[in-house]
């Protein structure tokens, strides 16, 4: 039997090449006492709005613990880290992050995650 033109390789479902390129970021907010928690939260549901409309934004939430009010949890997917990092640079995330500073209880714990293959 003989077979021309015959191709075996992966075969990559749509989107999925662009999933594989997603960064996916989990931040990790302690801000200090009550009164600083509440301040926290306008912040950050603004900041999630803001930054839902960057270039390259998938997902962007904020969650609070619900037995720990002064801690937030930042779930980011953006289409790739360049698009991240843009975000980074952007003048409401420099922003945000300058205003949130003094009220944090611990340093700011930002992880990066990309998806296995």
Known sequence: MRFTNLFIGLCI???AQESAERLYVVTHIDVLGPTGA????????????????DPGS??????RDPNRLNHFTLVEV??????????????????????????LGSP???????MLP
């Open 13 to 15: 479902p749509a989107g």
């Open 38 to 53: 509440g301040e926290a939260a306008k912040m950050l549901h603004q900041f999630a709005g803001d930054s839902r409309n």
């Open 58 to 63: 998938v997902r962007f939430e904020v969650l």
């Open 78 to 103: 953006w289409r790739s880290r360049g698009d991240f990092e843009t975000h980074l640079a952007a003048p409401h995330t420099r922003d945000f992050r300058e205003k949130l500073q003094p009220m």
């Open 108 to 114: 700011f714990d930002e992880r990066l995650h990309t």
